[in-house]
């Protein structure tokens, strides 16, 4: 089925304790199609500025990646992202943010895109969320994601958007930022009370917590990071492998879910073993299955 996604085309500098990537391509929207590409046709829609130093078709190139939906914006600047890991790498801090282009009106999605029926609304200002998703028709599930400085500065929109998704995608302090508790299986249960149908919450190298409005969970460890070079793009590749295996199967009953929750782990730990898309970009799809069987044995008992 089909798969859309809209969200940030960044610029990043990148330092961890491995070494240093200036202005290298980064963006939730970037990461996401990349994973999802393994998976499923994407639907790629996203505005860049004219300074713009990446060519999008040459980064997709032979994957199924379609950039009918990608603006470059004259007269503007592409969004720009510094940021530094620090000791177990577990936590980015933002030492800079330009949202340029991303603090103007939102791109338009073309009439092909529209009826599109997954959606991923990856990680922007919610009251843009919200205007994209106001351009589509049809559609059949829903996800987004979000970040501190939405919860912090827009919680009034963000809880709005929630009312309209089928599901959130976010990190363990994002969900205790946003629900005001510290205990997670609480926190994705008043998550749920927001709107959503099923809650999804990342614990970087500890795995993830899954909830759904009946109440099923779903708990699993994360694939042994014993290669850790950056994890900018963990989340977003997590989330698109996550959508890309359930557009691929036209299904998201709970069986689906937890299997996607799955592919969008083992995906992540390859993310993380090279700066920017260069471990991602190099990697198939028979060495997704593969760590998929190892975590699977690694988890059963």
Same mark, same amino acid.
């Given at each position: 089925?089909?798969?859309?996604? *809209?969200?940030?085309?960044?610029?990043?500098?990148?330092?961890t304790?491995?070494?240093?990537s200036?202005?290298?391509?980064?963006?939730?929207?970037?990461?996401?199609?990349?994973?999802?590409?393994?998976?499923?046709?994407?639907?790629?829609?996203?505005?860049?500025?004219?300074?713009?130093?990446?060519?999008?078709?040459?980064?997709?190139?032979?994957?199924?990646?379609?950039?009918?939906?990608?603006? +470059?914006?004259?007269?503007?600047?592409?969004?720009?992202?510094?940021?530094?890991?620090?000791?177990?790498?577990?936590?980015?801090?933002?030492?800079?943010?330009?949202?340029?282009?991303?603090?103007?009106?939102?791109?338009?999605v073309?009439?092909?895109?529209?009826?599109?029926? &997954?959606?991923?609304?990856?990680?922007?200002?919610?009251?843009?969320?919200?205007?994209?998703?106001?351009?589509?028709?049809g559609?059949?599930?829903?996800?987004?994601?979000?970040?501190?400085?939405?919860?912090?500065?827009?919680?009034?929109?963000?809880?709005?958007?929630?009312?309209?998704?089928?599901?959130?995608?976010?990190?363990?302090?994002?969900?205790?930022?946003?629900?005001?508790?510290?205990?997670?299986?609480?926190?994705?249960?008043e998550?749920?009370?927001?709107?959503?149908?099923?809650?999804?919450?990342?614990?970087?190298?500890?795995?993830?917590?899954?909830?759904?409005?009946?109440?099923?969970?779903f708990?699993?460890?994360?694939?042994?990071?014993?290669?850790?070079?950056?994890? *900018?793009?963990?989340?977003?590749?997590?989330?698109?492998?996550?959508?890309?295996?359930l557009?691929?199967?036209?299904? +998201?009953?709970?069986?689906?879910?937890?299997?996607?929750?799955? &592919?969008?782990?083992?995906?992540?730990?390859?993310?993380?073993?090279?700066?920017?898309?260069?471990?991602?970009?190099?990697?198939?799809?028979?060495?997704?299955?593969?760590?998929?069987?190892?975590?699977?044995?690694? +988890?059963?008992?």
């Amino acid at each position: 089925m089909s798969l859309l996604v *809209t969200g940030s085309i960044g610029i990043d500098t990148v330092t961890t304790p491995i070494g240093k990537s200036e202005n290298c391509i980064g963006g939730s929207a970037v990461y996401f199609s990349m994973a999802a590409s393994f998976f499923s046709p994407v639907r790629f829609v996203g505005v860049v500025g004219d300074d713009c130093p990446f060519e999008l078709s040459k980064v997709f190139a032979g994957r199924d990646v379609d950039l009918a939906g990608l603006e +470059t914006r004259s007269g503007s600047k592409t969004f720009r992202w510094k940021g530094s890991y620090q000791g177990d790498m577990s936590q980015a801090l933002t030492e800079g943010m330009q949202l340029n282009v991303l603090a103007e009106r939102p791109p338009i999605v073309p009439d092909q895109f529209r009826k599109s029926e &997954y959606v991923f609304l990856a990680n922007t200002h919610p009251s843009l969320q919200m205007q994209l998703l106001d351009q589509l028709q049809g559609y059949k599930f829903v996800v987004a994601d979000t970040m501190n400085c939405w919860i912090d500065s827009h919680t009034d929109e963000l809880k709005n958007l929630l009312k309209r998704i089928d599901a959130i995608i976010l990190n363990d302090g994002e969900a205790k930022r946003l629900t005001k508790l510290d205990n997670l299986p609480s926190a994705a249960q008043e998550l749920i009370k927001m709107g959503p149908k099923l809650v999804v919450i990342k614990k970087g190298a500890n795995g993830s917590i899954v909830l759904d409005k009946d109440g099923n969970w779903f708990m699993l460890g994360g694939y042994p990071a014993v290669n850790l070079k950056d994890p *900018t793009g963990a989340g977003d590749s997590f989330a698109g492998a996550f959508m890309g295996y359930l557009a691929a199967e036209g299904r +998201t009953d709970w069986q689906f879910i937890k299997r996607a929750v799955a &592919y969008g782990t083992v995906t992540a730990s390859i993310v993380i073993e090279g700066f920017s898309l260069s471990s991602l970009s190099s990697a198939s799809k028979s060495t997704i299955d593969k760590r998929l069987n190892e975590l699977k044995s690694m +988890t059963e008992f």
